[in-house]
Structure formats: structure tokens, C-alpha cells
């Protein structure tokens, strides 16, 4: 793909203006903007990915109504993104339906959040800034646009080094502020974490927890199969075992309860299970 003078001007204008104030507030906003005159993309943001913490949203551009604040609160435990990042395996660049579940696009977790915002086509530049953070920048085409294509990917690609140091650069000036009130976000992620990893053990087994946490991420029978060394078969006598017992008919069921379950207080006495805690309260 070769760039028109006047793109190339665009972009440069664009990346003289984030180098020209890279320590100010605005240096996302500006780099999304030039960004922008690049590649179309009807959405962009930049967040900060934490190993110990929930993530930040520096900027985003969902709509007024979409459910965008569920995903900084919770459902962020469930995002192929995130999950990449903590198995410290997310690419620098990546289109989300190279990295995401095969069933992902039919899970209850788009189906909650994705598809609330529209999106049809997302390709990320991730910038690496140690172990624990990523600052990650998602550029989105939603209904009624094109997805990004291999020339738009590969233009994405090719200037992405730039992308990585400005946003590097940035967080080194700018993250003490942003982190002035991370204690409250830490233990909240602590939190979360506990009640994903808890919810159901006194009900289920280890097995069948494993089980239900890969399908509520959009893993498919037969991937599912693939990565806990089983048979489709088994997978499929798990998830019915799981509604037995936890009284249910579909994994739509399973995952309100699993959203129920994330808002319950992060100071009240939950017990070891989040999930007989959320059921003893009903009862």
C-alpha cells in the first residue's frame, strides 16, 4: 500500500504535534486522531492493561447507552485480549478475530458487552511496558463499515513502532498520576479475581469449573476438548452436569449468574464460594 503525499502529510502533521507536547493529557487523543487521518476507524481508544489491577481507560469512544463501564468493572476477566496479556502471549499487533476463541463471537460475554458497542472489526497495536502493563490501543469499525483490510492492517503494522514508543513515552510521564488511587482499583481486582476463580468450587469439580470458565470465554466444544486433553464427548457431559447442579438450562443462565455473583460487594463476607454465597442470599 502506498501512501498519497498528502496522507503522508496527514500523518506526519499528526505525529509532530504528539511529539511536540508527549508529556501533556492530550497526547492519546492526539496520537488517535493521527492515527485517524491513516487508517478510518470509527472507534479508537487507549487503555492500560494491569496484571494486579483492573484496567484503565484513558480514552475511549463507545457511545452514550452502550454498556461500556460493565467491561471496566468486571467483564474485562472474560476479554481474549486480556487474557492474552496475562498469559504474557498478546502480539504487538492483532486483529481480534485472529486471537479470540472460535465460539467467542457466540458467547454471552459479546453478547453482553460487544455487541452492545457494534463492533464488527478490531485490530489492536499493544505497547509493551514491563510484566505487569500493556498500553493497549484498539482502532474498531463498527455495523455498516468494512473490516479492516490486509493493506489497512499491514499500514497498521508498519507504523506501529511509532504508536509503541510515544505510548511508552507517555505512561512513563503520566503514571503517577493515573495511579494515584490504585490501592481502591488493586484490591478490587483482588476482588474479581476471587470470585472467578471461586465461583461454584463447592458445587462443581475442578473439572467441571475448568469447563465452564473456557466456554464462557467462547471456547467451542472441540477447542475446549483440545485444551483440557478430552474428548468433545466428555465436554459435552460436563456442561450437563453443570446445569444439574447448578439448577439451570442453558450457559446463558450460568453466565447471569457468574455477573451476579462479580457485583457482589468486594467488602462483604462472601465465603469461599461466591456462588453458594449469591444462592444462600436468594434463598
Known sequence: MTLSLDELRAWSEGIARVVESIDDTQTPRRLCDALGDLVRADRLGVFVLRRHSSPLAILHDVPPGADANSYLESLYLLDPVYDH????????????????????????????????????????????????????????????????????????????????????????????????????????????????????????????????????RGYSDKLLARELGITPGTVRNHKKSIFSKLQVSSQGQVFGLLLDALQLPADAAIGPDPLATLLENRS
Not at 140 to 169: C, E, H, K, N, Y
Open 85 to 216: 496479556f496475562l498469559r504474557r502471549t498478546l502480539p504487538t499487533c492483532a486483529l481480534l478475530h485472529d486471537i479470540c476463541p472460535d465460539d467467542f463471537f457466540e458467547s454471552d460475554y459479546f453478547l453482553k458487552y460487544w455487541s452492545s458497542v457494534n463492533i464488527v472489526s478490531e485490530f489492536s497495536i499493544n505497547a509493551h511496558y514491563d510484566d505487569d502493563t500493556v498500553l493497549h490501543v484498539p482502532l474498531s469499525r463498527t455495523a455498516g463499515s468494512r473490516p479492516f483490510s490486509q493493506d489497512d492492517m499491514d499500514l497498521l503494522t508498519a507504523i506501529s513502532p511509532a504508536v509503541v514508543a510515544t505510548m511508552r513515552r507517555f505512561w512513563e510521564a503520566s503514571r503517577a498520576g493515573f495511579e494515584r488511587d490504585a490501592s481502591n482499583a488493586d484490591s478490587f481486582h483482588v476482588h474479581l479475581r476471587f470470585v472467578m476463580d471461586n465461583f461454584g468450587c463447592s458445587i462443581l469439580t475442578a473439572r467441571e469449573m475448568d469447563v465452564m470458565q473456557l466456554t464462557m
